[in-house]
Nanobody
């Protein structure tokens, strides 16, 4: 079993910064892509940013130039540095990871419980 635990959410004024972190633990053989998704009230969950195990990144157009995703493979962690926050960034942010629990096993999509980010003055 794999657990993803997020931290770092909270309330921030527009223009401020927050850093989200996510740590994976449990029965892990390897982790492929890791990413952050968000879901605002009444909206579908959307990809915010993703990063491969080799460090190749992908961002939603709405956050390019403001958010930076990074990961530490040795610690099985992924981070999201969010700068120049806007009210429209308000959402629950979820960590996601593609995990293999055994060598040559299936790639399992694991999710964290979510952390609330609220951007408001």
């Amino acid at each position: 079993q794999v657990q993803l635990v997020e931290s770092g959410g909270g309330l921030m004024q527009p223009g401020g910064s927050l850093r989200l972190s996510c740590a994976a633990s449990g029965s892990i053989f390897s982790i492929n892509d890791m990413g952050w998704y968000r879901q605002a009230p009444g909206k579908q969950r959307e990809l915010v940013a993703a990063i491969t195990r080799f460090g190749i990144t992908n961002y939603a157009d709405s956050v390019k130039g403001r958010f930076t995703i990074s990961r530490d493979n040795a610690k099985s962690t992924v981070h999201l540095q969010m700068n120049s926050l806007k009210p429209e960034d308000t959402a629950v942010y979820y960590c996601n990871a593609g995990v293999r629990t055994v060598v040559a096993g299936p790639l399992l999509s694991s999710w964290g419980q979510g952390t609330q980010v609220t951007v408001s003055s």
